[in-house]
């Protein structure tokens, strides 16, 4: 089941992207300096469009609205993401103080949440999907500590706290898909009798 529709995920895909494409010449413009960088934003909003475009008009058609749908899902956090890096150069969230920083930690938590969320709901393999299961769970983990990390420690501590929480996610996952691969091998082929 949908949680959203395709025309409103559609329409706040487009809402998202022209707020990336406008906000980063508004930048380009206001500092002229690092022009690569509001470019390369720009850039990155064109390309998505441009491969949802060719996506569209050269698959099948069962799979079509599928694939237009994930790849509007993966533009609109693109965008997302392009849009938190964006208000931190407009320097919004720098007027709020403590605030401003703990939610800029709380939503990247949150993102890290949301992507190892969609990671093992992947069509795979038995084997891919025990691996990619592992590496979903441990950034899930390592995003809700990076979270409680903003929300409850002393801001001191607290960027530590979050990295140190994803650092031991994803050791936990490599060590873990590591230790698969490496008994998957010592199995033998089974043998036929005859």
């Given amino acids: 089941m949908k949680a959203i529709s395709d025309k409103l995920l559609f329409s706040l895909t487009i809402a998202i992207s022209l707020w990336v494409v406008f906000t980063s010449g508004y930048l380009l413009y206001a500092d002229s300096e690092h022009p690569g960088r509001y470019l390369l934003a720009i850039a990155i909003m064109g390309a998505a469009w441009t491969i ?49 920083v703990r939610a800029r930690g709380i939503i990247s938590g949150a993102i890290v949440v949301l992507i190892a969320n969609a990671i093992p709901k992947q069509v795979s ?50 060590v873990r898909i590591l230790w698969l691969i490496c008994k998957n091998r010592s199995i033998p082929p089974p043998t036929r009798s005859g």
């Fill in 52 to 100: 949802r475009h060719f996506v569209r008009r050269h698959a099948e058609p069962a799979p079509t609205s599928l694939a237009k749908r994930k790849l509007t899902q993966s533009i609109a956090l693109a965008g997302v993401m392009l849009s938190l890096a964006l208000v931190m150069r407009l320097g919004w969230i720098d007027g709020l103080g403590e605030f401003g």
């Fill in 125 to 174: 393999s038995a084997r891919r999907l025990a691996m990619l299961r592992i590496a979903g769970w441990a950034l899930v983990i390592g995003g809700l500590g990076n979270v409680l990390a903003w929300l409850l420690l002393p801001l001191a501590y607290a960027n530590e706290a979050a990295t140190l929480a994803i650092f031991f996610a994803l050791t936990y996952a490599i």
